[in-house]
C-alpha cells in the first residue's frame, strides 16, 4: 500500500515538472526570444529541496534530484507503454552505466554489481583526470587482491558497461575540521578533450593489472633518480644550497683568479673628516679616555658615542687583494686544480644530464603506457563542461558546450551565449588560475554517432532544423508563445515611442523657456498676414497660367536644359531617370515644381 501510495505521489509531483522541461526545452529549440525563464520548472523543483531559500544547495546535490525526477517520470511512462513488458527508461540508457566491485573483506573474497550515474572523483593531491579514476578504481591494498592467504582488506572497480554520456563530478568541496566550515579546492586538474576508458573496462582487467604494475615499478625508479638528481642541483651542508657543476665552475674560477694587490692607505675614503679628530677617538683606549678630556670636551656632544674601529686592533695585509684569490699557488698545482676541476665538472654535467634524460624517457613511457591499439577502443569526447567561479558558500556558474554542429566551443553564461575556445575552457575549467575550475566534466561515447547527429524527414530525407524537429503539440506551442512575443515587441515599441514623443516634448518646453522674448514689432506694419481679396486671387491665377505657359513655350524651344535654375538644397530628387523637374517661383503665390517624363512637361 505504501509502494501504491508514493508511486501515486511522484507521479503526481513529476508529470507537471514534466510537462515543464517540455515546454522550457521547445522554447530553447525555437523561440525567438533572446533567452528563455525557466522560473516555472524550477519553482516546481524547489519543493524537493527542504533547507531553507536562503541556503545555497550544492549543484551536484541538485543536478542528482533533477536526473531522479526525470528517471521517475520517464519509468511511469515506459510502464505505461510497455504492459508486461520489461520497459526501458530513456534516461537510465543514456546516463546510467555499472560497474563491477571486487576485493577482500576480512579476508573473504566478494564481487558485487553496481550501477552509477554521475561517478565522484576526488581532485585534491592529483594532477590530472587518469590519476582521479586511478585512484578511484583501487581502494585499500592492491596487493591483497592478487594473494590467496592475506588478511587485509582492498577493492577494484571496474567498469562492466558504460552509458552513452558519462558524467564526472569533481569534488572540489571538503570540510575544515580546525575552521569548522567547508573550503573550495582551487588546485590545477588537467583533463582531455578524448578521454579513452579501456584502461577501466572490465574485460581489459588482466591487461591493466599488468601495465599497472610496470608503472608502479616505473614510478619508484623514478623516484630514486630524482632523489639522485635533487643531490646534483641542491648540493651543500648548509642552509643554502647550489647545482654542484656552478660550485666546481666557481671553484676553478677563483683558483685561475690573480691577485691584484693594492696599498691600505688607497682604500681610504678622502671624503671622510680629518684623521686627527677620529684617530684620536679610534685609538684611543678607554683608560686614556677617561684621563684625558681634552679630545671629549672638542667633540660634539653627538659624537661622544664610542665607535669601535678594528683599524688599530687588526692590522691590513700591506698586499691586500681586489677581488678573492689564492694566496700563494704554484703554477704546477694550478694546472693540477684547473685539470681535476674541468674534470669533475665535465663529469657531473653528464650524470646531470643522464639524469634528466632517464626522467624523461620514464615519463613519456608512462604516458604512452595505455596507447596501444587495445587500449584505444573506448573513446569518449568532451562535450560539456560545468564550471564555479567563487568559494565553498557562493559563487558563479556557467557552462562550456561543444557544437558539433559548427565544430566549436559555446559559452552559455546567464543570457548571454558567446562564441569560445578550447583556450578559453582551459583557463576558466582546470582551475589553479583564479577561483574558477570545472565541477562538473560529461563525455560522449564517440562511437554512438546517432546522439549527434542531424535528424532526417522520413518521407523527404531532408534534414530537420528547429521547429520541425518538434512534435505537433510543441509546435503549436512555440508558435503561440513566439505571436506573444512579437505582440510584446509591438507594445514595447508603442512605448518607446510614447516615452520618445514625451521627452521631445519636454526638450522643445524647455528649449521655449530659454529662447529670449523676440523684438517689438512697429506699430506701421501688421501683426498678421493681410490675406487676399477675390479679385487679387483672379488676378494671380490668370499671372500664373500665363507664366506657366510662357516656360512651357521657351522649354519647347530652347529644352529643359535652358530653363532649369541652379538647384537649392530643398530641391526635391528626381524619382527616375526620364523625368525632368522644372521650378517656376511665382509672385505672391510660391514657388512651384513642374515634373514631366522625357519629351514634354504635364499640362497640370
Not at 48 to 65: I, L, P, R
Amino acid at each position: 500500500m505504501y509502494e501504491e501510495i508514493h508511486f501515486q505521489k511522484r507521479e503526481h509531483r513529476n508529470l507537471p515538472f514534466m510537462l515543464e522541461l517540455r515546454y522550457l526545452f521547445s522554447l530553447l529549440v525555437s523561440s525567438k526570444r533572446k533567452y528563455v525563464d525557466p522560473s516555472r520548472a524550477v519553482e516546481i523543483l524547489k519543493d524537493a529541496f527542504k533547507s531553507n531559500d536562503s541556503q545555497q544547495q550544492d549543484v551536484s546535490e541538485f543536478t542528482h534530484k533533477l536526473l531522479d525526477w526525470l528517471e521517475d517520470a520517464f519509468q511511469i511512462k515506459a510502464e505505461e507503454e510497455r504492459e508486461g513488458e520489461k520497459p526501458k527508461n530513456p534516461m537510465v540508457e543514456l546516463f546510467y552505466g555499472r560497474f563491477l566491485a571486487v576485493g577482500i573483506h576480512e579476508g573473504k573474497k566478494f564481487e558485487n554489481t553496481e550501477m552509477f550515474g554521475q561517478y565522484p572523483l576526488q581532485v585534491n593531491g592529483f594532477k590530472d583526470l587518469h590519476e582521479c579514476l586511478e585512484a578511484a578504481m583501487v581502494e585499500g591494498e592492491i596487493e591483497s587482491l592478487h594473494s590467496e592467504n592475506s588478511g587485509k582488506s582492498g577493492q577494484e572497480h571496474w567498469f562492466s558497461e558504460l552509458p552513452p554520456v558519462l558524467t564526472f563530478e569533481l569534488s572540489r568541496f571538503e570540510f575544515n575540521q580546525a575552521l569548522g566550515r567547508p573550503e573550495k579546492i582551487h588546485n590545477k586538474l588537467e583533463f582531455p578533450p578524448c578521454l579513452y576508458m579501456d584502461r577501466y573496462m572490465h574485460k581489459n582487467r588482466d591487461i591493466t593489472r599488468i601495465k599497472r604494475d610496470e608503472i608502479k615499478r616505473l614510478k619508484e625508479h623514478l623516484t630514486l633518480l630524482q632523489q639522485r638528481l635533487e643531490r646534483y642541483l641542491s648540493y651543500g651542508s648548509g642552509p643554502k644550497r647550489f647545482p654542484l657543476a656552478d660550485v666546481l665552475q666557481y671553484a676553478l674560477e677563483f683558483a685561475s683568479s690573480k691577485p691584484v694587490c693594492t696599498s691600505p692607505v688607497e682604500d681610504i675614503d678622502v671624503t671622510a673628516p680629518p684623521s686627527g679628530s677620529m684617530g684620536t677617538q679610534t685609538v684611543q683606549s678607554p683608560i686614556d679616555h677617561q684621563g684625558s678630556s681634552t679630545t671629549s670636551e672638542t667633540q660634539p656632544p653627538t659624537q661622544r658615542t664610542v665607535v669601535h674601529k678594528p683599524f688599530t686592533q687588526s692590522r691590513i695585509p700591506a698586499d691586500l687583494p681586489m677581488h678573492p684569490a689564492p694566496r700563494n699557488i704554484t703554477d704546477e698545482e694550478l694546472t693540477v686544480l684547473e685539470g681535476c676541476l674541468h674534470r669533475w665538472r665535465t663529469e657531473v654535467e653528464m650524470d646531470t644530464r643522464d639524469l634528466q634524460d632517464s626522467i624523461g624517457r620514464i615519463h613519456r613511457t608512462i604516458e604512452l603506457m595505455y596507447s596501444d591499439k587495445l587500449m584505444t577502443q573506448v573513446p569518449y569526447k568532451l562535450h560539456a563542461v560545468l564550471v564555479h567561479e567563487g568559494q565553498a558558500n557562493a559563487g558563479h556558474y556557467w557552462a562550456y558546450i561543444f557544437d558539433h554542429h559548427e565544430k566549436r566551443w559555446m559559452k552559455y553564461n546567464d543570457i548571454s551565449v558567446t562564441k569560445s575556445s578550447w583556450e578559453e575552457l582551459e583557463r576558466d575549467s582546470f582551475g589553479g588560475y583564479r577561483n574558477a575550475s570545472a565541477y562538473c566534466l560529461m563525455y560522449i561515447n564517440d562511437e554512438e554517432k546517432h546522439l549527434m547527429q542531424e535528424e532526417f524527414d522520413k518521407e523527404t530525407g531532408q534534414i530537420l532544423s528547429g521547429m520541425d524537429t518538434l512534435p505537433c503539440d510543441l509546435r503549436e506551442f512555440v508558435k503561440e508563445d513566439n505571436r506573444r512575443f512579437e505582440k510584446e515587441l509591438e507594445e514595447w515599441d508603442k512605448e518607446q515611442l510614447r516615452k520618445f514623443e514625451q521627452e521631445k516634448m519636454i526638450i522643445s518646453q524647455k528649449t521655449l523657456k530659454q529662447t529670449p522674448p523676440p523684438a517689438a514689432v512697429p506699430l506701421n506694419e501688421p501683426e498678421y498676414m493681410e490675406q487676399p481679396t477675390r479679385t487679387e486671387l483672379l488676378e494671380i491665377n490668370e499671372e500664373t497660367t500665363n507664366v506657366i505657359a510662357q516656360v512651357v513655350a521657351e522649354s519647347e524651344d530652347k529644352g529643359p536644359e535652358a530653363v532649369l535654375q541652379t538647384p537649392t538644397d530643398n530641391t526635391p530628387a528626381p524619382q527616375a531617370a526620364n523625368q525632368r523637374v522644372v521650378e517656376v517661383a511665382i509672385p505672391h503665390v510660391g514657388t512651384f515644381v513642374i515634373e514631366s517624363e522625357e519629351g514634354g512637361y504635364d499640362d497640370e
